[in-house]
C-alpha cells in the first residue's frame, strides 16, 4: 500500500534541518536521500534555505530525489535588501550571524506548515549538529532528536571538552605556550594552536553568536537519541572513538556523504566542456598539482600571488578550480602564459582530495586537519610557516611531487 493509499498519520515523518552554509549541506542531504530510499514508507522533509536549496538542486538534482523527500525553503535571516556577503562565523554582519539569531524562529515556522499541509506530525528532527536550538524544537515536538556531525570526530572531541580546554590549558595559552592536548582522549597529536577559534572563545560573554552556539551544542549533545558521524571508525583511533561513545547515547559512523562508493566512471574526456579532463589526459601520472579553497576560504592576495607565481617558477603541471571573481588577483600575464605553455589549466570544478596534499589552514577545524594529514596519516604538507610564500610553496611542492612516497601513509605509530 502506498503512502497515498493511508492515512497521513500512519506513516513517520522526519523533518530535516541544514546548516546552510560551506560543505553541510551536500552530505546531509546525501544522508537523507540514503535513508528514503531505504524507508520509501518514511517522509522526509528537507528544510533549507532557498539560496543554499538552489545550490542543491540547480542541475537538475531535485528531478532524482526519492518520491519520499521534498525539500521546503527557509527564512534566511537577512533583512529585505540585504546584499549577502561571505563573512565567516563570528563576523556580526555575515549572513552566518543574521541566519543563526533567526534560525530558532525560521525553522520551527516552516516544519509547522508543512505539518499543517501534509497533517503528518513530526517524529525525528534529523539536523546538522551546529543547529543547537533544535534539541530543545525536538523536546517540544516530542520527537526524536539525531544530530548530524559533518567535521571529523576529533574537532566535535574538542568542542565537547572545551571547558575542560580552558580550564587545564588556558593559562599557557595566555602565555603565549603551545601545549599538546596530551591530556584528552585520542588528542595527544593536537595541540592548542591547532584548535578551532569557536573552542578557544567557549561560551564567554565576548563569544560570538557563532560560538556560543557551538558551545551549547556541546551541552545538550549527550541528550541526542543517537549522534551520526560524517567518518569512517576506521580513519579514526579507538581511544578517539572509545571517549566519543562514552559521551553519547549511541555513536554511528556512517562513512563521508560527500563521496559516493564506489565512485562513478568518469565521463569521457571530449564529453568535458572545461576540456580538463582532455588536458589531464596529456599528463604524466602523479604529475598535477590541484589546488582548491573550498566554498568560503579566503586567502589574502599577497599570499595568492606568492601561490601562483611558485607554480609558475616551478613547472609543475597544475589544475586550479578558482572562482572567477578571484581571477583578478592573480599575477600579470599568468593565465596567458600557463595556458600558452600547456602548463596550468584553471577552471571552476571541485574535487574531494585523494592524492597527496599542501594543506594551508585557514579558519574553523582546518588546522586539527592539517595536523592530521601531515603528522599522523602521512598523507601530505602544511605550508611552511602557515601562509603561502612563493619560496615555502616552492619547498612544498618539491616534497609532495618529488618524492612519491611521501604520499603514501604512515605506518601505524600508535595513538597513546
Known amino acids: ?5 493511508r492515512a497521513p498519520h500512519a506513516y513517520p515523518h522526519v523533518a530535516v534541518l541544514v546548516f546552510p552554509f560551506t560543505c553541510h549541506p551536500w552530505p546531509l542531504l546525501n544522508l537523507a536521500c540514503k535513508l528514503a530510499c531505504a524507508a520509501p514508507h518514511i517522509r522526509f522533509s528537507f528544510f533549507n534555505t532557498s539560496k543554499s536549496n538552489h545550490m542543491l538542486f540547480e542541475n537538475s538534482q531535485a528531478d532524482h530525489l526519492p518520491d519520499n523527500l521534498k525539500a521546503y525553503d527557509v527564512s534566511n535571516g537577512a533583512p529585505e535588501g540585504h546584499v549577502n556577503t561571505l563573512a565567516k562565523p563570528g ?7 543574521m541566519f543563526m539569531k533567526a534560525a530558532p524562529r525560521s525553522f520551527r515556522k516552516a516544519v509547522d506548515t508543512v505539518v499543517a499541509e501534509t497533517g503528518m506530525k513530526i517524529s525525528c528532527l534529523l539536523v546538522d549538529a551546529f543547529l543547537a536550538f533544535s534539541c530543545k524544537m525536538a ?3 516530542h520527537a526524536m532528536w539525531v544530530p548530524f556531525w559533518v567535521a571529523a570526530p576529533y574537532c566535535l572531541s574538542a568542542h565537547i571538552y572545551t571547558d575542560f580546554i580552558h580550564d587545564t590549558y588556558a593559562n599557557n595559552g595566555d602565555h603565549g605556550v603551545d601545549v599538546a592536548l596530551d591530556l584528552i582522549p585520542g588528542l595527544s597529536r ?5 584548535l578551532p577559534e569557536a573552542v578557544l572563545e567557549g561560551g564567554g560573554s565576548n563569544s560570538s553568536t557563532f560560538s556560543s552556539n557551538l558551545y551549547r551544542m ?5 541528550q541526542a537519541s543517537v549522534v551520526v558521524i560524517n567518518s569512517f571508525q576506521e580513519l579514526n583511533s579507538t581511544l578517539l572513538t572509545n571517549d566519543l ?3 553519547f547515547q549511541h555513536l554511528l559512523y556512517v562513512g563521508f556523504l560527500t563521496l559516493t562508493l564506489p565512485p562513478p566512471p568518469l565521463p569521457p574526456s571530449h564529453s568535458d566542456a572545461t576540456g580538463c579532463l582532455s588536458w589531464l589526459d596529456q599528463q604524466k601520472p602523479s604529475s598535477v598539482a590541484y589546488i582548491s579553497f573550498g566554498t568560503l576560504a579566503a586567502v589574502a592576495p599577497t599570499e595568492f600571488v606568492a601561490l601562483a607565481e611558485a607554480l609558475e617558477a616551478s613547472g609543475v603541471p597544475f589544475l586550479w578550480s578558482l572562482r572567477e571573481k578571484l581571477k583578478q588577483l592573480l599575477p600579470n600575464g599568468f593565465v596567458q602564459r600557463t595556458s600558452a605553455s ?3 589549466k584553471i577552471s571552476m570544478g571541485t574535487a574531494e582530495s585523494k592524492v597527496p596534499m599542501i594543506c594551508t589552514p585557514i579558519w574553523g577545524d582546518n588546522k586539527m ?3 592530521m594529514v601531515e603528522d599522523v596519516w602521512g598523507i601530505g604538507v602544511r605550508v611552511e610557516g602557515g601562509m603561502f610564500t612563493k619560496n615555502g610553496m616552492l619547498k612544498s611542492l618539491e616534497l609532495v611531487l618529488g618524492v612519491p612516497e611521501r604520499g603514501k601513509r604512515k605506518e601505524d605509530e600508535g595513538e597513546d
Request: aromatic content about 2%; overall charge negative; charged content about 30%.
Open 1 to 5: 500500500m502506498s503512502m497515498t493509499q
Open 91 to 97: 563576523e556580526d554582519d555575515g549572513e552566518f550571524e
Open 139 to 141: 523536546q517540544n515536538m
Open 190 to 194: 593536537m595541540r592548542l594552536s591547532d
Open 218 to 222: 556541546s551541552e545538550v549533545l549527550a
Open 245 to 247: 561513545k562514552s559521551k
Open 342 to 344: 600547456m602548463q596550468g
Open 369 to 371: 586537519n592539517g595536523r
